[in-house]
């Protein structure tokens, strides 16, 4: 099956350590995301990636690192540095440049720190 | 400029009835214009998407239309029913760039 996973479902983490959030895709696409969804919230972009080892910040990159290795794979580290980082995380994907713009999701991983 | 404004924030229809949407842009770069609907718990699925080469696009009982001059797009909900109860979002790119542009989403009910 074609998708993006997303790994694990919940996480727990206790204030002050980093925590690595997995994302994985087989689509074959260029583009990855990461986002975060607070609750009643909309989706913000914390980075993306265009092409392999090349990625920008999204709108709250503060506290967040993330790695482009290889293409099926954009793995997010949430710091300690994060001031508030309980929150639902999304990682999309989209094919990239000459293809619809559409992106494709993944399940999310809800993160809980204490 | 880059903003998505979206409307209502949250909506009530009895089944049957047609929920609207609306969305309202700025920027008149953007050239692609998807929905998504996104279920408690659950990552956004691409819903329906449109170009502003067209000013109506149908998939099953989802439509959006689409009004260049007014840079304003909106979902309808044919015959709606309580499985359509969701959050929906509208967003907005460029085809130069990667990013999508997201409204702040809609809760819609659909009441039995």
């Known amino acids: 099956d074609g998708g993006i996973t997303q790994s694990p479902k919940y996480l727990f983490r206790k204030e002050g350590q980093n925590v690595t959030l997995s994302c994985e895709q087989n689509l074959n696409h260029d583009a990855m995301y990461w986002y975060r969804q607070d609750p009643g919230q909309g989706l913000r972009l914390i980075y993306y990636s265009q092409i392999v080892n090349d990625f920008q910040k999204g709108d709250i990159a503060e506290g967040y690192s993330v790695s482009r290795e290889k293409k099926e794979s954009f793995p997010l580290t949430v710091t300690s540095a994060q001031k508030n980082p309980t929150a639902f995380y999304l990682c999309?994907?989209?094919?990239?440049?000459?293809?619809?713009?559409?992106?494709?999701f993944g399940p999310g991983t809800r993160l809980t720190v204490t | 400029q880059q903003q998505v404004k979206q409307s209502p924030q949250s909506l009530i229809v009895q089944k049957g009835g047609i929920p609207i949407i609306n969305c309202a842009y700025e920027?008149?770069?953007?050239?692609?214009f998807p929905w998504y609907q996104q279920f408690p718990g659950k990552g956004p699925a691409l819903l329906i998407a449109i170009r502003p080469d067209v000013s109506e696009k149908k998939e099953g009982r989802f439509t959006i239309s689409f009004n260049k001059s007014a840079k304003q797009f909106s979902l309808h909900i044919m015959d709606s029913q309580p499985g359509d109860s969701a959050t929906y979002f509208c967003a907005a790119s460029r085809r130069s760039n990667y990013q999508l542009i997201w409204g702040a989403g809609t809760k819609l009910i659909i009441k039995p």
């Open positions: 999309a994907s989209s094919p990239g440049t000459g293809q619809p713009y559409g992106q494709y």
């Open positions: 920027n008149t770069a953007f050239d692609y």
